[in-house]
């Protein structure tokens, strides 16, 4: 079988992003924890927990870029399966505060005992395990996916109309996690997390051990992201966001197609939820913020849609604008960020690593392309049929 220069060029793209990856899990906790700190190549403590959470962001740009890029899926609702999985982790945290807490319960959250809760909710336990809340961290942002999907794929909801549900969807949330008798801590959220398996989350070998973590569990989806667009699966979601009409007439299930990525996605979305938390301290209904869902959607466009490793540096290289915008001009960052995107639109429709390499953006192959690449024949345009 040859390998087309698009694919080649694509592969040499995959390593490169797993290389640099792997690379910062190893050398900036090295960096934190053994360095002086009047050394040049020392990394604060500070800017450890800001690159993880940046790397967490990276994750969850990841995830939309798997379904949007390759399947054309646009869902501006993917915060919610993100703030899923930080909740999941959360309340894990929030039971190992035990008697730590401002009012020394250990059967309940602060504040429940604030709000006069008698008693710890049925949908709280469990979550003192930590094997059970990593569980649900996949579980429950996988299960409502999978309903969700279910429901509008079977009903043929595409385009438009699925990106308004999915805004609505993360809408609902919002407002139901920002009441108090919803057990979640309403408009405060869960915060005031002291440790996580015993260890200090502000010591310095903690902070480090999450950014490592983080790093590398992002190298692990990229990866695993990556072997699904290579293979026939990925051709067949390519096919299905180019001419999904024409798929279902050749007989696929798309629905079962689109299901199974949708899932996945959500999944990815939540284990970035998780790694968040522990690393910013906090996690409230505002992360429900359809605003969230769409900078997401902006920050895989101006890294490159359909690229993976470009949805990555799209969503670091925002999310560092975004936070040196918000100091230098903080009264109008957000116009600026608004701005960036209407300049990666009319200027740079590959996004920032469309300029990086021309090849990288040959990771989505034409339908034509693809089956030409199995035959080895020319790459002729596949033409209309006569109506």
Same mark, same amino acid.
């Given at each position: ?19 640099? @990856? ?42 939309? $870029?798997?379904?949007? !890029? ?12 993100? *703030? @899923? ?20 319960? *250990?059967?309940?959250? $602060? ?69 108090? $008798?919803? !057990? ?12 996580? @398996? ?16 983080? +790093? ?6 990229? *990866? ?17 966001? $180019? ?30 939820? +998780? ?5 910013? !301290? ?18 895989? +466009? ?10 990555? #540096? ?17 009264? =109008?960052?957000?116009?600026?960020? !608004? ?13 920032? =690593?469309?300029? #990086? ?31």
């Amino acid at each position: 079988m040859r390998t087309t220069p698009g694919r080649s060029s694509s592969n040499v793209a995959a390593v490169i992003t797993i290389a640099v @990856l792997i690379a910062a899990a190893v050398l900036v906790p090295v960096s934190n924890l053994t360095l002086s700190s009047d050394s040049p190549l020392h990394i604060p403590t500070y800017l450890v927990s800001l690159l993880g959470k940046y790397l967490c962001f990276a994750l969850l740009a990841l995830s939309v $870029d798997l379904i949007w !890029g390759y399947c054309g899926i646009l869902s501006l609702g993917h915060g919610a399966f993100f *703030a @899923l999985g930080g909740y999941a982790i959360g309340m894990h945290l929030m039971r190992e505060i035990g008697t730590r807490g401002v009012y020394g319960n *250990a059967s309940l959250p $602060d504040f429940m005992v604030f709000l006069n809760w008698k008693e710890l909710p049925w949908y709280w336990h469990g979550f003192d395990s930590f094997p059970f809340a990593v569980a649900m961290v996949m579980v429950v942002p996988g299960l409502l996916a999978a309903v969700f999907g279910w429901f509008a794929f079977r009903s043929r909801v595409t385009g438009v109309y699925l990106s308004i549900i999915s805004q609505a969807l993360t809408f609902a949330l919002m407002l139901a996690f920002f009441r108090n $008798d919803m !057990g979640f801590g309403g408009n405060n959220g869960l915060t005031d997390f002291k440790d996580v @398996l015993g260890y200090d989350l502000q010591a310095d070998t903690t902070r480090a051990a999450l950014f490592a973590l983080t +790093a590398f569990l992002l190298a692990l989806a990229y *990866a695993a992201c990556r072997l699904i667009t290579a293979s026939r699966l990925g051709k067949v979601l390519v096919a299905i966001r $180019d001419a999904e009409s024409r798929v279902r007439f050749l007989g696929y299930r798309v629905e079962y197609y689109k299901l199974f990525v949708f899932v996945f996605s959500a999944v990815l979305a939540g284990i970035a939820g +998780a790694l968040y938390v522990p690393q910013v !301290g906090i996690i409230n209904p505002s992360e429900f913020a359809p605003a969230n869902s769409i900078e997401i959607v902006i920050w895989v +466009a101006i890294g490159g849609r359909g690229t993976l490793h470009g949805a990555i #540096l799209g969503a670091l290289l925002v999310n560092y604008l975004k936070t040196y915008l918000t100091g230098a001009i903080p009264e =109008i960052w957000l116009f600026a960020l !608004g701005g960036l995107f209407i300049a990666a639109t009319l200027f740079l429709p590959k996004g920032v =690593i469309g300029i #990086l390499g021309r090849g990288t953006r040959e990771a989505i192959p034409e339908p034509a392309e693809a089956a030409a690449a199995e035959t080895g024949k020319g790459t002729g345009k596949v033409q209309e049929p006569a109506r």
